[in-house]
């Protein structure tokens, strides 16, 4: 492949060393102007950066021809090249839909482990198919690890860091029997040799493992799809026998809690649990099997339940937490102080590290204040350099864009629900603007208040409409009960939400009440169709990107994945699902609604689409007034191609201007 203008862009060692300083004056170029809405669609120059144990590597997603391609770029070493290893789709074994690559990194400088992921099929039911490989980046060769006898569904369970590396791998494999099919064993496949040795066989009550950090399968567990019974084993040792440790229903909202980290070479071990309302990590006793003292948590919010270890797995480095905006929080002192440097020097809050290297010598990190487009840097802590090495968006630069805020209203039943408010910046100063509702997918997720890959506050923000996307009831991150709160609440309290956005926003001045519009993906699609069907009278128009219309339906597709208890538990035990499914009442669309689908959308299948549309036209709703079709033939439930996420955000342009023109 050659990649030109990748190439130049990525010349790390002409970046490195240019004064810090001299980086801290945004870019002008677009303070005046607006800038087009293709520009927030382009795919980010750089993503998830990663530097080697040596320092002279870093492996990243990068934006090259409209596409994200997995790089090694050098650091420090003029005029290397970037190593392009593979873009997503590259492994597709059919025609089904893209197998992106989703996660990546150095098991030693000279080998990459990266994970792959595609929507599958199997007796009617999709699920994700999750592959491993490594690169060599001597002899640029890809290796499938465990591929040969895996049926389908790996998973990693440890990776070694330091001499051979090698893998535990969870795999399914079809020689022990159709019965045995959903139990996996585990095997240690050795990176260089490629040689497989069995460490685990399948176990008859196990349908997934979980190894400690010397990589010693210590626990197994399984889930009933009908029941929702829960069976976990676990062992002291290596030479010890599995045994049954819990077996029944849990409450969905109090998991039963198991260690998540178990150090090396130690005895001492972590867990994460909301006993006290609110995700928080804890000191586990291995011997009584139960929580301890509370090391770390933060009021009011969740933390991120993903430990930082040492890089030889003896201690805990840190954590993350989201709560306006994501950060590390450092236990380890060398990283704490590198973290309080870099946040004098640019601000705190602005810093994210990104990875290390083994000696702590060269620091990547992100950049950007709210508002603000994304900087890459590298910190050197013997000489203090620090050098930008790349833009998040070659266009944007650092620009400050739309400024950003989190805030918070109160519902009309007087809960406080915490949102992210972006501000039309050339519409400063001004009152009673239009206003654009964006509730995120999932619904088991959130927004904060980072500069957003896709970049749909800040396109939508720059057509000149204000942008509040609200973390409503089902939201993650905010402690169990305000996740309890969309239990039977999809499509009624839950929507309920969003629209008290509209009162508290108009209330102050700031939009108009009766120029509003909702646009959502996924789960947010939903919520829009929704709104188009049961809300159309507070809408102008509402905008669902493969969105799901029909949740029976749903059911159906995901039956084998779900399973009937899950049915109920991960569908938000919604209640009546026929009520709540805005496609079985075409009726009731009173809003313009445009409604976008990818073809090879295995999420959601693109039959939710086409048969709202049908249904749409049977009660009478004219294309081109009552709504707007858009099906893209390439796209997939993720948005994996450029031209895909342009035309969704040209196509969302035409339908705001045509219906609430800002």
């Not at 709703?621 to 342009?646: A, C, M, S």
Request: charged share 25%.
């Amino acid at each position: 492949m050659k990649f030109r203008k990748v190439m130049i862009l990525m010349a790390l060692a002409a970046t490195l060393g240019v004064p810090a300083s001299a980086q801290l004056k945004p870019s002008t170029e677009w303070a005046a102007k607006p800038v087009p809405v293709e520009v927030f669609a382009q795919f980010p120059m750089v993503a998830n950066p990663i530097i080697s144990q040596d320092g002279k590597w870093i492996v990243a997603k990068i934006r090259a021809q409209g596409q994200q391609v997995l790089a090694i770029l050098a650091v420090g070493q003029s005029g290397v090249p970037p190593q392009f290893v593979a873009k997503d789709g590259d492994f597709d074994t059919d025609k089904q839909g893209e197998r992106e690559i989703i996660n990546y990194s150095w098991l030693d400088p000279d080998h990459l482990l990266i994970a792959l992921n595609q929507r599958d099929e199997f007796q009617g039911s999709f699920f994700d198919n999750v592959r491993y490989a490594s690169y060599n980046r001597l002899t640029k060769t890809i290796s499938p690890l465990g591929w040969d006898k895996a049926f389908a569904d790996t998973q990693l369970l440890w990776r070694s860091h330091d001499g051979p590396a090698h893998i535990l791998l969870q795999r399914r494999n079809p020689s022990y029997g159709t019965e045995m099919l959903t139990h996996p064993e585990v095997v240690d496949i050795n990176i260089d040799t490629g040689e497989t040795k069995t460490m685990v066989r399948p176990n008859p009550i196990v349908s997934g493992w979980k190894a400690d950090s010397d990589g010693v399968v210590r626990f197994g567990s399984s889930r009933d799809g009908e029941s929702g019974k829960l069976t976990i084993v676990y062992r002291p040792t290596a030479s010890d026998t599995f045994k049954t440790m819990y077996s029944g229903v849990p409450d969905r909202f109090d998991p039963v809690v198991t260690p998540d980290v178990i150090l090396a070479g130690s005895k001492l071990a972590y867990a994460f649990s909301n006993k006290e309302g609110y995700t928080a990590l804890y000191d586990y006793d291995l011997t009584s099997m139960k929580l301890g003292k509370k090391v770390f948590g933060v009021d009011g919010y969740d933390i991120d339940e993903n430990a930082m270890l040492s890089y030889d797995r003896t201690h805990l480095d840190g954590l993350s937490v989201t709560t306006g905006r994501s950060e590390h929080v450092y236990f380890d002192a060398t990283m704490r102080d590198i973290q309080s440097a870099l946040e004098d020097m640019f601000g705190k809050g602005n810093v994210y590290i990104a990875s290390t290297d083994k000696a702590r010598k060269k620091i990547v990190f992100r950049y950007a204040a709210l508002g603000q487009a994304e900087s890459w840097y590298v910190f050197d802590t013997v000489t203090g350099g620090v050098g930008r090495f790349a833009y998040a968006n070659d266009t944007l630069k650092d620009a400050v864009m739309n400024p950003v805020s989190v805030v918070q209203y109160t519902a009309s039943d007087g809960k406080k629900i915490e949102a992210i408010l972006t501000m039309p910046r050339l519409r400063a100063g001004q009152k009673k603007l239009p206003l654009v509702i964006m509730p995120h997918g999932g619904p088991w997720a959130r927004d904060d208040a980072d500069w957003n890959a896709y970049g749909w506050n800040q396109a939508i923000a720059e057509l000149g409409y204000v942008v509040i996307q609200p973390n409503y009831r089902g939201s993650t991150g905010y402690g169990k009960d305000w996740e309890k709160g969309g239990e039977k609440a999809w499509g009624y309290r839950m929507q309920d939400d969003l629209n008290d956005a509209v009162a508290w926003l108009a209330a102050q001045g700031t939009v108009d009440a009766k120029r509003v519009c909702m646009m959502g993906w996924s789960y947010g699609g939903y919520a829009a169709s929704r709104a188009a069907e049961r809300d159309g009278d507070k809408y102008r128009c509402t905008i669902s990107g493969a969105g799901v219309h029909d949740l029976p339906a749903m059911v159906q597709h995901d039956k084998n994945y779900l399973g009937r208890y899950g049915a109920k538990t991960y569908l938000g035990n919604a209640g009546n699902l026929i009520d709540v499914s805005p496609g079985l009442h075409p009726e009731k669309y009173s809003a313009p609604i445009l409604i976008i689908h990818g073809a090879r959308d295995q999420r959601v299948p693109v039959s939710q689409s086409r048969n709202l549309v049908a249904a749409l036209k049977r009660a009478g709703k004219v294309e081109g007034r009552d709504f707007v079709y858009i099906e893209q033939p390439l796209n997939t439930h993720n948005l994996l191609r450029e031209p895909d996420r342009v035309q969704v955000l040209q196509e969302v342009s035409k339908f705001l201007q045509a219906h609430n023109p800002a």
